[in-house]
């Protein structure tokens, strides 16, 4: 497993992504295409940028990513990529969505995750609530069409949260990424095209 993961992290670092979680992205989109050129993409949770990076390189010089984070990312941009707009703040803020209010959105990101104490159940419910509000939040911003990505703990409830996915978008699949580790009780609930 070890081996596994250096190769994830090694790549990442090679490819100029500041963490190995850009995989579990790109694996996604590979397979499902969440991004068109010229998007709008918004990141929830995204320090330390790789999402952001890979959704820029994804959309092109004629679309906008902007991240949210509790943490202050590096900021970063590349030829061919779109602008990165990153902003410290806190997704439970509504007058921080309230200075978005003009942006339209085609893409909801969130690799969102709590602070772990290593008690599962605990840890689960706490996922479940960031992803609750990252679906409320595309909700809010995404018009018909647009797509959604987010991380979510699995656990007793997390069939439920499946189904209210499914009450916004026409097409839901439950994605494990092969660059997820093993153990993780990781997994991304992809909703495409909302209704």
């Known amino acids: 497993m070890k081996k596994v993961q250096d190769h994830y992290y090694k790549k990442a670092k090679k490819e100029n992504y500041p963490a190995r979680s850009v995989f579990k992205l790109e694996e996604a989109h590979k397979r499902?295409?969440?991004?068109?050129?010229?998007?709008?993409?918004?990141?929830?949770?995204?320090?330390?940028?790789?999402?952001?990076?890979?959704?820029?390189?994804m959309v092109g010089?004629?679309?906008?990513?902007?991240?949210?984070?509790l943490q202050k990312s590096q900021k970063y941009s590349f030829a061919g990529a779109a602008k990165i707009e990153l902003v410290c703040g806190d997704i439970y803020d509504d007058a921080l969505f309230a200075n978005l209010s003009g942006e339209e959105f085609n893409v909801v990101l969130s690799d969102m995750a709590p602070k772990t104490t290593g008690h599962k159940f605990?840890?689960?419910?706490?996922?479940?609530?960031?992803?609750?509000?990252?679906?409320?939040?595309?909700?809010?911003?995404?018009?018909?069409?647009?797509?959604?990505?987010?991380?979510?703990?699995?656990?007793?409830?997390?069939p439920d949260y499946v189904v209210e996915v499914k009450t916004v978008f026409k097409k839901v699949k439950v994605v494990k990424p092969k660059?997820?580790?093993?153990?993780?009780?990781?997994?991304?609930?992809?909703?495409?095209?909302?209704?």
């Open 32 to 57: 499902f295409v969440i991004f068109s050129r010229g998007d709008t993409v918004l990141d929830l949770g995204c320090h330390p940028g790789s999402w952001s990076i890979y959704a820029a390189k």
């Open 122 to 158: 605990s840890d689960h419910l706490k996922s479940l609530e960031l992803s609750r509000r990252a679906l409320e939040i595309a909700r809010n911003v995404l018009p018909k069409g647009g797509n959604f990505y987010c991380k979510v703990f699995q656990g007793e409830d997390f």
């Open 61 to 69: 010089t004629s679309g906008k990513v902007i991240g949210i984070d």
């Open 179 to 195: 660059s997820s580790r093993v153990e993780s009780r990781e997994v991304f609930v992809l909703g495409r095209d909302r209704k």
